[in-house]
């Protein structure tokens, strides 16, 4: 009788076991679920353990750059930090161009700013000559890193658009151990601080990850809405040139998309993007992350068109209400606008910028004789609103280099 009582508790006990790993597994499996689906990004993993991710060098503390020798396996474990992080891609004749807007964003920013700069080789010497000249300035530091694309598929991607111009797509998988990050185009010039735009982290929700200002404000010029031949955000599409980023969350989420049912997580999803939609894509890296926002429209936080205007908002007549009302932050003179006379209210205000020293009295002085060529652009659509380029600019200038340093 009690080796039959043993037996029969022994096969409650089996099936008792058998029952709590049935529901273990079904947990599993439905945490898969609600993610759609786990992969692991095994081709990025074996890109960055390759050399994906260059040497950091830079003026002051490398910061969270890597250092020679170190590894560039993928790890999603972050440390925020109290440094702003700058990010930028520079390839043939930007080094200038790339140089005054880094000049424009220390001019006025308070926190300290490490700046990732992604250039070609031969760039590089050129870089450290010019930014170690900034030294003296205790709250900016730079990395340098060569341009890299995964192995299997480099010829793509610096085909894509113009050269280089993808490198945007892969800094999540890249500067792995940065939290977050703005990255601007090399035609940016900041008006006021970073410190400003950096804010806008707080202001995501729980969803989102990156934030960017639409393409167009006036739909009956808009681009995307008129030509594009692939999904876009929104009515007008985003423009990538200034994107902020929460690549914590980048690295982490598991984007919808139309390939698949199983969602995938940021660096499973590109080369999948440029496969379906490279024969129907006109502006290559920022296409691919509008098909990605139009998958997912909760992730983005859009911020309004004064932070990256551009001449589109002037070209036809002034179309930028916020920029109308609080000036212009953050101009971004694309389509070559800064080198030749098309746009000369654009030009006049790089040039400004670029002939300006770090110095305080040569920021000082920067206003009036800058003020003197914009008025002599009230011919072109963009010149008669030229008050807009210097409201943000006069009051950026007043704050930061006209307030007693104990006021500051």
Not at 129 to 152: A, E, G
Not at 214 to 222: A, F, K, N, Y
Request: aromatic share 12%.
């Amino acid at each position: 009788m009690r080796r039959y009582l043993r037996v029969v508790g022994l096969c409650l006990a089996c099936g008792f076991c058998s029952l709590l790993y049935a529901f273990s597994q079904l947990a599993v499996s439905l945490e898969e679920g609600a993610a759609g689906g786990r992969r692991p990004q095994a081709a990025v993993v074996s890109w960055l353990a390759d050399g994906g991710r260059g040497t950091g060098r830079g003026a002051g503390s490398a910061g969270p750059g890597p250092g020679p020798g170190q590894s560039g396996r993928y790890n999603l474990k972050t440390r925020p930090s109290e440094d702003m992080h700058l990010a930028v891609v520079a390839c043939g004749e930007r080094l200038e161009e790339t140089v005054t807007m880094l000049k424009s964003a220390l001019i006025f920013s308070i926190k300290p700013l490490h700046v990732h700069i992604f250039a070609e080789d031969q760039l590089h010497n050129s870089f450290r000559n010019r930014l170690d000249s900034w030294s003296f300035l205790q709250r900016f530091n730079y990395s340098l890193y060569p341009i890299t694309f995964p192995s299997d598929s480099a010829v793509e991607w610096k085909k894509l658009f113009k050269p280089c111009a993808s490198q945007r797509l892969f800094l999540p998988l890249i500067l792995k151990e940065v939290d977050s990050l703005l990255y601007v185009d090399t035609d940016i010039l900041f008006l006021r601080p970073v410190d400003d735009i950096w804010s806008l982290l707080k202001k995501f929700n729980s969803t989102q990850i990156a934030a960017m200002a639409p393409e167009h404000e006036e739909p009956r010029i808009g681009w995307y809405n008129r030509f594009a031949r692939h999904p876009y955000y929104g009515r007008t599409g985003v423009n990538s040139g200034v994107m902020l980023m929460n690549m914590t969350r980048m690295r982490r989420k598991y984007f919808k998309n139309d390939m698949t049912t199983v969602r995938l997580q940021w660096g499973d999803i590109l080369m999948p993007l440029l496969k379906k939609y490279k024969l129907n894509i006109t502006w290559g890296d920022q296409d691919l992350l509008n098909i990605m926002f139009f998958h997912n429209p909760e992730s983005l936080f859009v911020f309004p068109c004064q932070w990256n205007y551009r001449p589109d908002h002037c070209i036809y007549g002034s179309n930028c209400r916020e920029a109308e009302e609080e000036g212009v932050f953050i101009l971004h003179g694309n389509r070559g606008v800064y080198h030749d006379d098309k746009q000369p209210a654009f030009r006049a205000m790089y040039e400004a910028l670029r002939n300006c020293s770090l110095e305080d009295d040569s920021v000082r002085s920067l206003l009036k004789p800058l003020e003197l060529e914009l008025q002599k652009t009230v011919h072109t659509y963009c010149g008669k609103t030229y008050k807009i380029f210097i409201k943000q600019l006069a009051k950026s200038i007043r704050n930061r280099y006209d307030t007693p340093p104990k006021e500051r």
